[in-house]
């Protein structure tokens, strides 16, 4: 996926426990990020944009409550799309519009509004979503939608030889 060159990379840690966190990029102090979530439980789920609106909450959630929880409250789901891709493979991709409150440690709530990519590839469903504070999403807005909208999964490897590569 792209960010903004000015945006921070956090990229998983491993050590002797084995590793721990996902790919992350942001400007953390100004509360914009987007994180990429494997969801292992549902497994492959074909047709992926034919899902109910519980399935894409789910993921979601578990998505943003990765370090617990309780972490949020009030999520809502406010739009769904659906997109194929053109550049390989035809794959499939659910646009998710959400909104919820961040519970900060320090007994905060802070308003988030984001938009997640959702597509299934290989053996589960990945999905990158990125949000801001409520007070900063309509300058954040297109930038968060661009980033989303360069996420691609590709489970099976790129021959760029062939697919992307059009002689």
């Known amino acids: 996926f792209c960010h903004p060159f000015d945006w921070i990379v956090v990229l998983p ?14 400007e953390y102090a100004k509360g914009d990020s987007a ?6 439980k549902p497994g492959n789920v074909p047709n992926i944009a034919s ?4 399935f ?16 949020y409250q009030n999520f809502k789901i406010t739009k769904i799309d659906s997109f194929k891709t053109t550049e390989y493979k035809d794959q499939e991709y659910v646009l998710v519009d959400f909104k919820y409150e961040l519970l900060t440690g320090a007994g905060f709530e802070v308003d988030r509004i984001g938009v997640a990519s959702i597509t299934s590839s290989g053996d589960a469903v990945e999905l990158l979503w990125a949000a801001s504070t409520r007070q900063r999403y309509k300058k954040t807005e297109s ?5 989303v909208g360069s996420f691609r999964c590709y489970t099976d490897g790129l021959k760029l030889s062939g697919e992307l590569v059009k002689v």
Not at 13 to 26: F, H, K, R
Not at 35 to 40: E, K, L, R
Not at 51 to 54: E, F, L, T
């Open 13 to 26: 840690s491993i050590d002797q426990n084995g590793e721990d966190g996902t790919i992350q990029a942001g």
């Open 35 to 40: 994180t990429f979530f494997v969801y292992n």
């Open 51 to 54: 899902q109910p609106k519980d």
């Open 56 to 71: 894409f909450q789910e993921a979601l959630i578990k998505a943003i409550s990765q370090k617990g929880d309780n972490v």
């Open 143 to 147: 930038t968060l939608r661009n980033i």
